[in-house]
């Protein structure tokens, strides 16, 4: 299977779409060994930690991304442009992500066989 790239562009809980991708994630690591992860955009705020979910009557999955190094996902990265934009840091994350400029992600989503995004 080729390199997969998940591309998490929107903010948490107000859709599905970032919990399905998380679920995705996790299940295609079974089946493939060269997967990267991207946060860019509202995406970024997946990453944030103590995100409060009871308003939006869902469920907090951040502590799934926890996950990330038992299943082998490795490649994980984090605009940051979005970061500064938004006034967060590498400590309001709740895992470590390597921080790419836009030049560097861009050349990231090129190299990629497949592109996900949610």
Request: hydrophobic content about 45%.
């Amino acid at each position: 299977m080729s390199q997969l790239t998940y591309l998490f562009r929107t903010a948490p809980h107000s859709k599905a779409s970032g919990r399905e991708g998380v679920d995705a994630l996790l299940a295609a690591s079974a089946y493939c060994e060269d997967i990267s992860v991207i946060f860019t955009g509202d995406g970024v705020y997946q990453l944030l930690q103590g995100q409060q979910t009871t308003a939006t009557l869902s469920k907090d999955y951040a502590p799934m991304l926890k996950l990330f190094d038992l299943y082998d996902i490795e490649q994980v990265y984090v605009c940051q442009a979005s970061l500064a934009l938004r006034g967060l840091a590498q400590a309001d994350l709740i895992i470590a992500a390597e921080r790419l400029d836009e030049w560097q992600l861009s050349e990231q989503l090129h190299r990629a066989g497949k592109v996900l995004t949610f």
